[in-house]
């Protein structure tokens, strides 16, 4: 693995040490039951796939890749520490694993051989790199089934606090529509509920919805754009589900078609003649229903669960712990991945939404937006709601056949989601969060004051009282280093 490798996994061990005690812990027998309104169903036979995703928004750092079983994600073989999620550090990551899983698989044919010994014997590599109680003929069998994804609890954490000045609104409009409130939790997983949000094909918005369909409800053109605005935006997703329902007649079907489309679960049902969603995972076989189509319904309610039970998965020094990991040299200003271009992402600088693939297309790099409406504005959209008939915005996403195009979902373009301004929120909102210990940004080019209060949180008036050099006149120059406080 080399010496760089090795540090990083005596540093890994000895983090996992200190933070053990901050994290919920599911041996001890305490954490929550996964219990959702009936409508929803009981989680049942994906009980499993949601406690994965429970794990990877609480447990996982995005600094741990997690190696896991692509068709049974919760078989998790390995959690392995990275410098950063980049696409090419979890390529790295994905090809040590499947040389290991194919030299495991040859040993095992080979079970005398003093190879076999050193590699699969008591003691032996793929005993030390994988996690118990999977053990090396699980592992071999799974060889072409690897998949490697990053952690998300900073993100989910980040997407728990954006979601505070909306959520009540949001949820009052699900209602009103008569729809289960739990699907106004559903841009944690879309967008982490960024208003900012935007993909590199349009999506905009924390319900990540389309221009084209955005238009037959919203206003998008001449300078205004109501695809970020919340609440807007709530009724034009609230559009959709009435129509997807009306259509499926199951709301796990209802929630997956936003990621999968109507028409292609609807050809799925029809295809099988079961319209038991877990059946479906288990026997769609079908190109466009992979990875993110499968797991989209069992996010969705992991995300509900942790949501509903943010002290129990966030208590105070959990925070602590995660705000001080901003601050290490994984996430020091300055520390950036790179898109499938080679351009700057952000991926550290700003919360992303859940779950990077390696084999998604889409992960653009962030893309800077105008800031949202403010509070005010939001509670006039409330009143004036959104008009016109059809299916909803989101739906222009998808294919006739039901298969998502790109940007239909913020699973396959978790580098798209942009720093939203927790300026956003109400001053009381503001306090009430847990403020992060000072940390300092290094100025870029093309950086402002409002930009710079925009990623990190704050406003600019707090960055200039920290930092009394910079008065409203001064200008910023490269290479500049500001204190960034609360």
Not at 11 to 17: D, I, N, Y
Not at 72 to 89: G, N, T, Y
Not at 390 to 397: I, V
Not at 466 to 476: G, T
């Amino acid at each position: 693995m080399g010496q760089r490798s090795t540090g990083l996994r005596l540093l890994f061990l000895v983090a996992a040490l200190w933070c053990g005690g901050a994290l919920p812990s599911r041996a001890s027998g305490n954490e929550p039951r996964l219990e959702f309104a009936q409508v929803l169903g009981a989680p049942g036979r994906l009980e499993d796939r949601v406690r994965f995703w429970v794990d990877v928004f609480t447990r996982y750092s995005v600094q741990q890749a997690i190696v896991q079983d692509r068709d049974r994600p919760w078989v998790v073989f390995a959690v392995v520490p990275i410098e950063r999620p980049s696409r090419l550090e979890l390529a790295r990551v994905r090809a040590e694993y499947e040389d290991l899983a194919a030299r495991v698989h040859r040993a095992l044919d080979r079970p005398g051989s003093p190879a076999a010994k050193t590699l699969v014997g008591e003691g032996g590599e793929a005993w030390r790199r994988l996690l118990p109680p999977v053990g090396p003929e699980a592992f071999a069998e799974a060889r072409h089934r690897l998949e490697v994804r990053p952690g998300q609890r900073e993100i989910f954490l980040d997407s728990l606090s954006r979601s505070r000045p909306f959520l009540g609104a949001m949820m009052g409009l699900v209602r009103a529509a008569g729809l289960p409130e739990e699907i106004a939790f559903l841009p944690h997983v879309e967008s982490s509920f960024n208003a900012d949000a935007r993909s590199n094909v349009g999506a905009v918005g924390i319900w990540q919805l389309m221009p084209e369909t955005a238009r037959r409800t919203l206003r998008v053109g001449g300078g205004i754009d109501e695809r970020r605005d919340p609440v807007r935006s709530t009724h034009a997703a609230t559009r959709y589900f009435r129509d997807a329902f009306e259509a499926l007649g199951s709301w796990p079907l209802a929630v997956t078609s936003y990621n999968y489309g109507v028409n292609g679960m609807r050809r799925a049902v029809e295809a099988l003649g079961t319209t038991d969603l877990v059946d479906l995972i288990e026997r769609h076989d079908s190109p466009a229903f992979g990875y993110s189509a499968k797991n989209f319904f069992a996010q969705f309610l992991a995300a509900v669960h942790v949501a509903r039970h943010e002290a129990f998965y966030f208590p105070p020094r959990a925070r602590t712990q995660i705000a001080s990991a901003r601050t290490s040299a994984a996430f020091a200003d300055g520390a950036r991945c790179r898109g499938p271009g080679g351009e700057p992402s952000a991926l550290f600088d700003l919360p992303t939404a859940p779950a990077i693939a390696l084999g998604d297309a889409n992960l653009p790099a962030a893309l800077a937006t105008p800031a949202p409406p403010n509070l005010a504005a939001l509670d006039r959209g409330r009143s004036r709601g959104a008009t016109g008939g059809g299916r909803s915005a989101h739906a222009a996403s998808r294919t006739a056949g039901g298969a998502p195009l790109p940007g239909g979902t913020a699973i396959a373009r978790a580098d798209a989601v942009a720093r939203s301004a927790t300026a956003r929120a109400t001053p009381d909102a503001v306090a009430r969060r847990d403020a992060p210990p000072p940390r300092e940004h290094l100025v870029r080019k093309g950086d402002s004051l409002w930009t710079i209060a925009r990623r990190h949180g704050t406003t600019v008036e707090a960055i200039r009282q920290a930092n009394r050099d910079v008065s409203p006149s001064a200008q910023l120059h490269l290479g500049q280093r500001l204190r960034i406080e609360g």
